[in-house]
């Protein structure tokens, strides 16, 4: 107790703080070790889907964080992330705010009505859709709203249904025709008499992506289709010179832009040409004609006796004959005739203009760093003729091709391949220990460095209290003499006056000049319990320079609390 009384107020106070500073960090130290490494169960999740999934976590007793400024976030300890997902799952979370056809497996089929079945084969219709276009790469959440018109009784006509769809992306991901064209495809096939052009899709942004109920031969339909057809076609050609360069250059090496002019004009053309060269014989006609004819004159009159049988017959005059003979012959020839009808569709490439960018080669220096090199004049030709050839070159189109040789920016391997382990251990494993490392260090610094110092201090300061009140003492006794004099009778004479005392002192006192060597020679370590340095005790006879008196008395106290 004379130790702590010894310390005072002040003294016991910075030691309970420094004693109470370093149980907490020893708790915290411990815990930290002792509690397990989170990692990500979900995120980005709806506030619901936080919400249901933090309450299931709670009922099976799972240790859980709840991270992100709107909570989207939860983290559970990393041995576990695989049960508790399975867990999840098997009730049917996270439902990405949709429900689906789970809607029927809570539901009383006994006291449903007619209307509430068929809003809630609607809903899930409209959530497992929704579900779907989630999962696509780059769009983070969808949602659908399906318009089934019912069929009025008595109704001859039937109305077709509708679909809106909108989509919330992934960072800067965008999604190009044909994706649109399949999220259309996907919702068209899944309802029926639902037809792709009745179905609208915006983005987060407010951006249209496809106008439901579009006319295929409408302007606005024309010149989007035909902008899309220009773009893929560019992308598609420059992806092959990519692609065939690459295995010549290395990956990531070349890099390709092409810029397409294309006409999409529909052109219908019909023409019918004649070939005078090309005569063939499509029929052939002959006529012959004879003809011969006999003219008799002076002819004998008629009589009895020419008409009486075996009557003898007059002979007659002189008669003429006349023969005749005609040939025809028709040839009818047929020309070479040609008939095209010829319709060039939209789409035919008036001029392609390309642009090659090729990395140079990397040898390795002195050093054993990569030095940039740059390629060839000849190489250069040989990856322009693949060029040519890889895209169909036209010259009497105006087709320009350019291949110019730079140094590639060094890039970032970030997330190219699979994490490693080593030992056993996986990359969270190390950043575990790597921190359990750093707080060991930090601790270690903080006793060295912090609370050793303030503890020698304080330990240190009893000694050179004491000193200060038992050195002068040692000092005077240790003189020849002096403790005799202080003791004498003349020290009971001074009285309440101090001024014998003051001119005893005066007298024992060594000269100023040697007040310091006197000191520093009469310094005994092992009698000040501490080893006090000198310039405590030069301090000390400062002090009784400046307060002789003061002095005189503390002496004089000490004398009397010995003689009792």
Known sequence: MQFF?????VRLAVLGGVAVALIAFLFFLTSRLASPSMQLLYSDLDPADSKEIVTHLAQIGAPYELRGQTGNQVFVPGDQVTRLRMSLAQAGLPSEGNLGYEIFDKSDGFGTTNFVLNINQLRALEGELSRTIGSIKGIRSARVHLVLPRRELFSRERQQPSASIALRMQGAQRLDREQIKAIQYLVAAAVPDLT????SIIDDKGSLLARGADDPNSAETMSANAEERRIAYENRTARAIETLLERSVGFGKVRAEVH????????VTNREEYDPNGQVVRSTQNVDENSSSTENQGEQAVTVQTNLPEGQQAPGGAGSQNQTARTEETVNYEITRTVSNTTR??????RLTVAVLVDGTYVRGDGGSPVYTERSAQQLEQIEALVRSAIGFNANRGDAIEVVNMQFAPLDDIGMGADSTLFGLSKNDFLQLAEIIVLAVV?????LLVVRPVLTRLF???PAAGAILSGPAGLLRDQSGAAAALAGPGMGGMGPGMGGGLEGMAALAPPEDEEDDILDSMIDISRVEGRVRASSLRKIGEIVDKHPEEAVAILRNWMYQEQG
């Open 196 to 199: 792709p052009q009745k179905i």
């Open 460 to 462: 240190e300061s009893l």
């Open 345 to 350: 569709e939209t789409g035919s490439v008036r």
């Open 443 to 447: 601790g270690l610094l903080v006793i």
């Open 260 to 267: 397409a002019d294309l006409d999409f004009d529909r052109v």
């Open 5 to 9: 009384r010894n310390l005072g107020v």
